[in-house]
């Protein structure tokens, strides 16, 4: 075993994987109205290269966990064949899944049986004018619907991600907290990142963590952490609605980096090993898979591509540079 370590004492058990860059929405914080152009086919991993450095990573670098992200993994028909894949791995890694929730109404149960453990849904409104305003398309009710259909489905706890965008939907934070307690979801606010394809976010213009936590002052928020709960490596600071079970997350990347815990690593959907969401550098699995390589070798070479992996994403120096590609093309 190989353990993908960098030179500040991180290792990666986590990895990302894109497995489309295409997406059914067009969220204004993520893509321009008319679309991006799409990567060709013949660029993309076919599933046989997907699997297989999955599978290395599992069994020779010491990945025990897989999210299966996009763009937006649903649109791919061949998604159950993927899990059941990934399922079969020895040893098996938790599998989870962040989608829009767009046709999950009727593939939940499929995901489930093929061995999908978690999932989250992206949800940033509940009223439907605004849900057509912030992603260009009128499927607000489509996206409930596929909440519900997962938590039938046993994939809870069902995680809502929501960003809050200012002067559209930055005062939903308690409605969505008390809509997330009646349903049973776990809420997770995320701050806007600098991943649009436009390049236009501002910093000035993003809700804050503390901005959200101010607007939810009513709710009793108390730190999950202070009940002695260690954070770890995961991205989201979580809190305890008053003295219910019902937990919040904030996941605030920009304003309160976690990059010294960090374990995640990311692999594109035309194959490229990022260490980061915000690289601007990528190491290409994809061209020595075609050529020949050995599980071996590619294993080497990733090992040598985290081990370059940065201190931290660099957001909040004055050099930071947007990476080129945009969220839909890293993924989540």
Known sequence: ??????????????????????????????????GLDWMPDDQLLTNDELVRLVRIGVERLGIGSVRLTGGEPLLRQDLPQ??????????????????????????????????LDRINVSLDTLDPARFQVMTRRRRHADVLAGIRAAKEAGL?????????????????????????????????????????????????????????????????LRPVAAE????????????????TSQLVGVIASVSRPFCGACDRVRLTADGQIRNCLFS??????????RSGASDEEIAEQWVRAVAGKHPGHGINDPSFLQPDRPMSAIGG
């Open 228 to 243: 002695g709960t260690v954070r770890g490596s995961a991205p989201s600071e979580l809190f305890r609605v008053g003295d």
């Open 280 to 289: 601007r550098t990528e190491d290409d699995l994809r061209t020595a898979l």
């Open 1 to 34: 075993m190989l353990p993908l370590a960098d030179a500040y004492g991180r290792v990666a058990t986590d990895l990302r994987v894109s497995l489309t860059d295409r997406c059914n929405l067009r969220c204004t914080y993520c893509m321009p109205p008319e």
């Open 82 to 115: 993927i899990i059941a894949a990934v399922a079969d791995l020895t040893p098996r890694p938790t599998i989870a899944l962040t989608t829009n929730g767009i046709g999950l109404a009727r593939r939940a149960g499929d995901l489930k049986a093929a061995g």
């Open 156 to 220: 809870e706890p069902v995680k809502i991600n929501s960003v809050l965008m200012r002067g559209l939907n930055d005062d939903e934070a308690p409605a969505l907290v008390d809509w997330a307690g009646r349903e049973g979801v776990q809420l997770r606010f995320i701050e806007q990142m600098p991943l649009d394809a436009q390049h236009g976010w501002r910093r000035d213009r993003m809700v804050t963590a503390d901005e959200i936590l101010a607007s939810l002052a009513g709710h009793g």
